[in-house]
Structures are given as C-alpha cells and as structure tokens.
C-alpha cells in the first residue's frame, strides 16, 4: 500500500497552519510552523498570487493531510458522498470523521491520526466486541469501540492515555475510561468536526 514517508512538519508548513500530524510535538515550540511559519523548499519565503483553483488545489490537499490520505482513497469517499443524500461537502467530512483510526485519535487512544492507524492495524480495537485491523473501517451510530485487553495492560498504551487525557471528547462519541470502550452516539454534525477545512472547496474542485 502506497503511504507518505518524508517529514510530516513539511505537510503542517507548506499548509502554513498546524495539521497535529506529529502527537504532542505539534503542542511545545518543537513544533515546525512555530519555529518556521512559511512553506518549505528553496522558494517558502517568497509571496506568491494563488489563483482559485490554486486554493481549491490547498484545501483539497488540507484534508487529505489532516486525515492521512492518499489521493486514491480521499476521492472514492468524495464520490461517495456524492451519491448520498445532503451536502455533498459536510458528507465528505462526515465520511472521513468516521474512519476507524479517526475515532481512535479523537478517543485519546492514540497521540496522532498515524500512531492510531498503527495500532488498528495490529489488531488492538474491536468494533461492537469483533477485532477490526482495518484503519478504514467506517464506524456507524450505535458501534461499541474498546481497546483489546493486550493492549489495556500494556505500559505503551497507559502512558498514551495519560498524555492525552485532557484532550476533549467529540460531542459524538461518549467515552468510559473506566472500561476502556466508548459508543458512538450519532455520526458527526459539520458543526461538531473540528477539522480546518473549507469543504465547499473541495467539491468545486472535484465538481470541474
């Protein structure tokens, strides 16, 4: 499978907005866009007139980012959005909401949307008390998440809940910390994703 393997602190400059790809790095002033506030290369520095397609091309580039997605799989869940009923743009962000290894991020089970991927991937999750090893796997209103017990034991996984127990719980999802599991209570509202990107964008580059 084909996946990004050059420095994810490039990703956050050439978006020149922080895309929390890096876990607690991106929270201290390691974090690159603190330290380098413009795009990488030869040329970051110099001012450059973005034409419209040019900043429909970014926020594209944005989310496919943000979620960890290659350009194959990012345009099959816009063309599934589109065949659904609604906004095709919320839809989009709805879909990619859903993905396994989101809900796993957002849960605090994990420090970064690539560190999660990992994890589900090697069989810790299951999914309504069947493992699921698929990052992808899009989760519905009603599932029951929980970590495995190998993995609830393990010193790894306690310190990566400790770091990030004060990070908030989508309004979605309804988390027990004392089992372990957590219940998604409904797919997510646009006004409930966090994610930094102008969905209508995108659906007037793909529209084209």
């Not at 030869?42 to 450059?48: I, L, M, S, T, Y």
């Not at 496919?64 to 959005?81: N, P, S």
């Not at 690539?114 to 519905?140: C, D, M, W």
């Not at 004060?166 to 089992?179: E, F, K, N």
Request: charge should be positive.
């Amino acid at each position: 499978m084909a996946r990004y393997t050059d420095a994810v602190c490039k990703l956050c400059r050439r978006e020149g907005q922080k895309l929390f790809l890096k876990g607690s790095r991106c929270y201290t002033n390691k974090c690159a866009i603190e330290r380098r506030a413009y795009a990488p290369g030869q040329h970051g520095q110099g001012r450059k007139k973005v034409s419209e397609y040019g900043l429909q091309l970014r926020e594209k580039q944005k989310a496919k980012r943000y979620y960890g997605m290659l350009e194959k799989q990012f345009h099959k869940y816009f063309l599934m959005a589109e065949r659904r009923r609604g906004v095709t743009g919320e839809i989009l962000l709805q879909i990619c909401e859903s993905r396994l290894d989101n809900v796993v991020y957002l849960l605090g089970w994990a420090s970064s949307r690539a560190q999660a991927r990992q994890l589900v991937t090697r069989g810790h999750f299951a999914v309504n008390e069947r493992k699921v090893n698929i990052p992808s796997y899009l989760i519905k209103a009603g599932d029951v998440i929980a970590v495995r017990a190998a993995l609830i034991d393990s010193d790894a996984m306690k310190e990566i809940i400790e770091t990030n127990s004060g990070r908030p719980v989508p309004q979605w999802l309804s988390l027990d910390d004392t089992a372990n599991e957590a219940k998604v209570l409904n797919l997510p509202l646009r006004d409930q994703i966090d994610a930094p990107v102008q969905e209508q964008l995108i659906v007037e580059l793909y529209s084209k």
